[in-house]
């Protein structure tokens, strides 16, 4: 069985501040990970996804991941937040047999 | 654009009353499925499909039921709305193959509420 936790429903961070979201899973067979994201009242967007090909994934909106083994983990980060990045970030695993699962998500908040 | 439409984007219903939502697709791509999304729980697989009449369950599937007569379209029903239903629901579509590496494009979701 595979899951995802996330530490931190909610984090803040300053306009330009470096954003960090956590996120760890446990899978029995090789994960593959995904990071979505959800703007108010709107479904979930493709941030970026981990397939075993780079464990530095790049996504978009100057987004990127690491994926470690050894932490069982895949923190999303960027380096200078923007007032548009206020949003709900999930993380998700699947694998080999397995469906989707998602963690329970976390909202960033940018201040001005 | 991920081609996903649901309807209805909203609705509001009574306890025991039947409640169908629809996903439909423009890409006639296999794989659908349906989640539920709650605060704290982040999206919980109800059913999903992977072809014409071919559904299967997921991990909240008590009380809900789907069927896909055509490519394009998968309906979830509730027979019997209850409260614990009330939740936000979203279709989503996997357009390289259905593998689990594949991504999953969402639709805009369907606002549920059970009085």
């Known amino acids: 069985a595979q899951s995802v936790t996330q530490l931190g429903s909610h984090v803040s961070v300053s306009e330009g501040a470096l954003v960090l979201l956590r996120c760890n899973y446990s899978?029995?067979?090789?994960?593959?990970l995904f990071w979505y994201v959800q703007y108010p009242n709107q479904g979930l967007q493709l941030l970026l996804k981990?397939?075993?090909?780079?464990?530095l994934v790049k996504g978009i909106n100057g987004f990127e991941a690491e994926f470690k083994k050894s932490e069982t983990s895949f923190h999303l980060t960027k380096p200078s937040a923007h007032m548009s990045d206020a949003a709900e970030y999930f993380c998700?695993?699947?694998?080999?047999?397995?469906?989707?699962?998602f963690g329970p998500g976390t909202r960033l908040s940018v201040l001005p | 654009d991920a081609g996903i439409t649901q309807s209805p984007r909203h609705k509001v219903t009574e306890t025991g009353t039947p409640v169908t939502l629809r996903c439909h697709q423009t890409?006639?791509?296999?794989?659908m499925y349906w989640y539920r999304q709650d605060p704290g729980h982040g999206l919980r697989l109800i059913h999903y499909?992977?072809?014409?009449?071919?559904?299967d369950k997921g991990e909240v599937s008590d009380g809900y039921s789907v069927s896909r007569s055509k490519t394009e379209d998968f309906l979830l029903t509730l027979e019997s709305a209850t409260s614990s239903q009330t939740s936000v629901y979203f279709c989503?579509?996997?357009?390289?193959?259905?593998?689990?590496?594949?991504?999953?494009?969402f639709g805009p979701g369907t606002r549920l509420t059970v009085l």
């Open positions: 998700a695993v699947s694998g080999a047999g397995q469906n989707f699962v």
């Open positions: 899978s029995s067979v090789p994960p593959y």
């Open positions: 981990y397939t075993s090909a780079a464990t």
């Open positions: 890409e006639n791509h296999r794989y």
């Open positions: 499909s992977y072809g014409v009449k071919d559904t």
């Open positions: 989503a579509i996997a357009k390289d193959g259905g593998g689990y590496s594949d991504t999953q494009y």
